[in-house]
C-alpha cells in the first residue's frame, strides 16, 4: 500500500508521527506527493490559533487529493484530540479521526479503514519507527504531557497530565540510535526539567542523564525545553563538565517582567532568571543561550515591552523565538481581560524581534575568525556551491540558523569538520573548512 504522511507542529508530533509509520512500516511503501498514495495520513498541531488553521487548510487540499485519486485520508494528533466532535461536522470527508489517546490502537482503526488482508498489530513503540531525520539525529521524547498549568496554554487539555517514560526504556532507545551512527540525541518533552516526578517522586533528568553519558559510543546530547526554575547549579555542573552534554540552553521563559510572569502564572521571576542566565554565561562560557517569549498577553502595556527590550539586551540570547499571545479556550487567561489587539501585538512582536536581530548580529560578528570544531553537515546549497552545516549553538529544523561552509573536498551529510569562521549574519555563520 502506498502511504503519503504529513507531520505538522513540533518535534514532539514529529515523533508521534514516526512512531505512527512504524506500526505500518511491514507493508507500506512512502511516497513524496500525495496524488500517488493510496492513504494520506496527516498528524495536526492544535497549540495556537495559527497552528489550527494551517490544520485545517492542510486537510481540505488533501481532501482535493482524495476526490482525485480515492485515496483514504486518516487525519490524527492534537486537533482530533480536542476538537473531534467539531471537525466531524466540518470535514465530513475525513474517513477517520484519530485521537492521540486512540494511538494504541493505530494499527487496528487502519486495518479497518483501509480493508487489508494484512492486519496491523504491530505496537506504537519508541524503538520501532520509520525516521524523518536524517541519519545523524534523533528525537527523543522522554516524556508525554504536562504539568505546570501556565495560563495560556492549552497542552495540558490535550496532551493530558505529566506521563514520563522509564530510564531503562530511554536508555535502551538511545543505546540503539548509537548503534546505528547517531551523533545527535534531542532530548524532548514538554517540560524536560520535571522528567520523572511522576515515576520516581523527584526531579529525575540527572539520574537520567547519568545513564545516558554512560553509553558507549560517538555521541552528544542536546537538552530542548528547560523550564528555568528547575535548571539548578546541579545540572548547569553536569552539563560543564561532560564531554557528551552540548554546552546548549533552551530555556523558555515567556516574559521578564514579574507582574506578567504572574499572571501566566509562571513560577519563576525576573530577579531569579537574570541570575540564572548570568549564572550559565560565568560557568560555561562557551553556552548557547536560546529562549521563546511572548508578547500582548493580558496586562502588558508598552512600558512592560520596553522592560523586556532592555532585559534582553542585558542577558544578550543567542537565539530567541517569539510569538503573539493566542487566547485559548478553556484555559485561565480565558478569565482576564483580553483588551490589546492583534495589530498592536504585531507591532510589539516587530519590536522585539528587531531588538533581537541586533543582539544576535552582534554576537555572531565576534565569531568571526574562530573555529568551530565538530560541526556537521546537513545540506548542500546548489546556488552558492556551499555546504550547509550545524554545531552544537544551532538546533534542529532551521530554528537557530546554520553555517554555509567552502569545502576543501567532496563532503556527505553528516560528516563533521572543523570550520573557520569568515562572515556573519544574525542568523548564520559563513566559513571555511579547516
Do not use: W
Not at 538511545?174 to 522528567?195: C, H, M, P, S
Not at 496586562?299 to 534582553?312: N, P, S
Request: net charge negative.
Amino acid at each position: 500500500m502506498k502511504l503519503y504522511m504529513q507531520s505538522l507542529g513540533c518535534a514532539k508530533n514529529q515523533v508521534d508521527s514516526e512512531m505512527l509509520l512504524g506500526v505500518l512500516k511491514d507493508h507500506v511503501v512512502l511516497v513524496n506527493e500525495p496524488l500517488q498514495a493510496e492513504l494520506l495520513i496527516l498528524n495536526t498541531c492544535a497549540f495556537i490559533e495559527p497552528a489550527r488553521k494551517e490544520a485545517i487548510d492542510t486537510i481540505f487540499e488533501l481532501v482535493e487529493v482524495k476526490k482525485k485519486t480515492k485515496a483514504k485520508l486518516v487525519v490524527c494528533g492534537c486537533l482530533p484530540q480536542r476538537y473531534k466532535a467539531e471537525i466531524i461536522q466540518l470535514i465530513p470527508e475525513v474517513d477517520r479521526f484519530i485521537q492521540i489517546d486512540e494511538y494504541g490502537d493505530f494499527g487496528k482503526i487502519i486495518t479497518n479503514i483501509v480493508q487489508s488482508d494484512y492486519i496491523y498489530q504491530q505496537q506504537f513503540d519508541p524503538l520501532r519507527r520509520i525516521y524523518a531525520t536524517p541519519k545523524y539525529m534523533r528525537y527523543v521524547k522522554i516524556s508525554e504531557g504536562c504539568m505546570n498549568r501556565c495560563a495560556f496554554c492549552a497542552i495540558p487539555l490535550i496532551r493530558g497530565k505529566l506521563k514520563s517514560r522509564a530510564i531503562e526504556d530511554i536508555v535502551a532507545e538511545v543505546r540503539q540510535d548509537v548503534a546505528e551512527g547517531v551523533y545527535e540525541i534531542n532530548l524532548i518533552a514538554q517540560d524536560t526539567t520535571k522528567y520523572g516526578y511522576d515515576l520516581y517522586h523527584k526531579h529525575a533528568l540527572l539520574d537520567l542523564l547519568q545513564e545516558l553519558i554512560s553509553i558507549e559510543g560517538d555521541f552528544k546530547i542536546r537538552l530542548l525545553y528547560l523550564y528555568p526554575e528547575l535548571v539548578t547549579d546541579e545540572l548547569i555542573l553536569f552539563i560543564k563538565q561532560q564531554p557528551k552534554m552540548m554546552k546548549y540552553f533552551d530555556i523558555p521563559i515567556q516574559h521578564s517582567e514579574d507582574k506578567i510572569l504572574k499572571a501566566m502564572l509562571r513560577r519563576s521571576n525576573k530577579n531569579m532568571i537574570v541570575d540564572l542566565m548570568h549564572k550559565i554565561r560565568k560557568e560555561i562560557p562557551s553556552a548557547t543561550l536560546r529562549t521563546t517569549l511572548m508578547v500582548g498577553f493580558p496586562y502588558e502595556e508598552e512600558k512592560d515591552v520596553d522592560l523586556l527590550i532592555a532585559f534582553i539586551k542585558d542577558v544578550k540570547f543567542d537565539h530567541m523565538g517569539a510569538f503573539t499571545f493566542s487566547l485559548e479556550e478553556n484555559t485561565l487567561a480565558c478569565q482576564y481581560p483580553n483588551t490589546i489587539d492583534e495589530m498592536t501585538k504585531q507591532k510589539r512582536y516587530e519590536r522585539l524581534m528587531e531588538a533581537q536581530m541586533e543582539i544576535a548580529y552582534a554576537l555572531k560578528k565576534k565569531k568571526i575568525g574562530t573555529i568551530v570544531k565538530n560541526a556537521f553537515i546537513i545540506d548542500y546549497d546548489e546556488e552558492s556551491y556551499l555546504y550547509v552545516a550545524r554545531s552544537e549553538e544551532f538546533a534542529p529544523d532551521e530554528i537557530d540558523g546554520c553555517i554555509y561552509v567552502a569545502a576543501k573536498e567532496e563532503l556527505s551529510i553528516g560528516q563533521r569538520i572543523d570550520v573557520k569562521i569568515l562572515d556573519a549574519d544574525a542568523y548564520t555563520l559563513t566559513g571555511e573548512q579547516v
